[in-house]
């Protein structure tokens, strides 16, 4: 069975600073991957970074990076130069490599103010 | 490529009645999906299908069927509304020929489903 905890319900940052949402997360898969996904308003479901958990560097995405610490079970999200395009939902998922369910946290709830 | 397709964008029903909300996919993947999303809940998966004729259940089953005749369609069926799956419903997909986190999975639009 797999659980995503995602702490902060909520969470603001000033434009142009730097965020970092956390998520955490229980696995019983030796190989599985991890994901964050972004929903804006429009509702949309918009992949945002991966994470294979055998890589020990961190994935980045232009302005998306994730401090990975496998042996805490710790995937947190850091936004930088944050954008006003950037407040959304943001969703941390799991998903085991033979595993055809992802399982996601509550989400957090990102505002970005100007 | 449209991607994932959801129809209809939104949808009112009675308590009992039926009705089907619709997903296709035009990328050819095996995997399709229906996760619902509650306030405060995250997804949840309902039921999932790894190819034509082939379907199982999710984390939340109850009141909902599915099937899958072909490759491109996995409509999900309400046979009789609840209250309870008042939600927003996502349709995604993957291409399970990809390996590692490659394999993701693509959403569609969503359908804001409200049974009264």
């Known amino acids: 069975a797999q659980t995503v905890t995602q702490s902060q319900p909520e969470m603001s940052v000033q434009e142009a600073e730097t965020v970092t949402l956390s998520c955490t997360y229980d696995?019983?898969?030796?190989?599985?991957?991890l994901f964050w996904y972004k929903q804006p308003p429009s509702r949309q479901m918009i992949l945002v970074i991966r994470?294979?958990?055998?890589?020990?560097q961190n994935a980045t995405e232009n302005r998306f990076s994730v401090n990975f610490q496998k042996a805490a079970k710790s995937f947190s999200l850091k936004i930088s130069d944050s954008q006003l395009g950037d407040a959304a939902m943001y969703f941390c998922?799991?998903?085991?490599?033979?595993?055809?369910?992802?399982?996601f946290g509550k989400g957090t709830k990102l505002s970005v103010i100007p | 490529n449209a991607g994932v397709t959801q129809t209809p964008k939104f949808q009112v029903l009675k308590t009992g009645q039926s009705m089907t909300l619709q997903c296709a996919q035009d990328?050819?993947?095996?995997?399709m999906s229906w996760y619902r999303q509650d306030p405060g809940m995250g997804l949840r998966l309902i039921h999932y299908?790894?190819?034509?004729?082939?379907?199982d259940q999710g984390e939340v089953p109850n009141g909902y069927n599915v099937s899958r005749s072909t490759t491109e369609d996995f409509p999900l069926r309400l046979l009789s509304a609840a209250p309870s799956q008042t939600s927003v419903y996502f349709c995604?997909?993957?291409?399970?020929?990809?390996?590692?986190?490659?394999?993701?999975?693509?959403f569609g639009p969503g359908t804001r489903l409200t049974v009264l």
């Open positions: 299908s790894v190819g034509a004729g082939i379907t």
């Open positions: 990328m050819n993947h095996e995997y």
């Open positions: 995604a997909s993957r291409n399970l020929r990809l390996a590692g986190a490659l394999n993701e999975q693509f």
């Open positions: 994470q294979e958990a055998y890589k020990q």
């Open positions: 998922a799991n998903t085991g490599a033979g595993s055809y369910q992802l399982t």
């Open positions: 696995t019983s898969e030796s190989d599985y991957y």
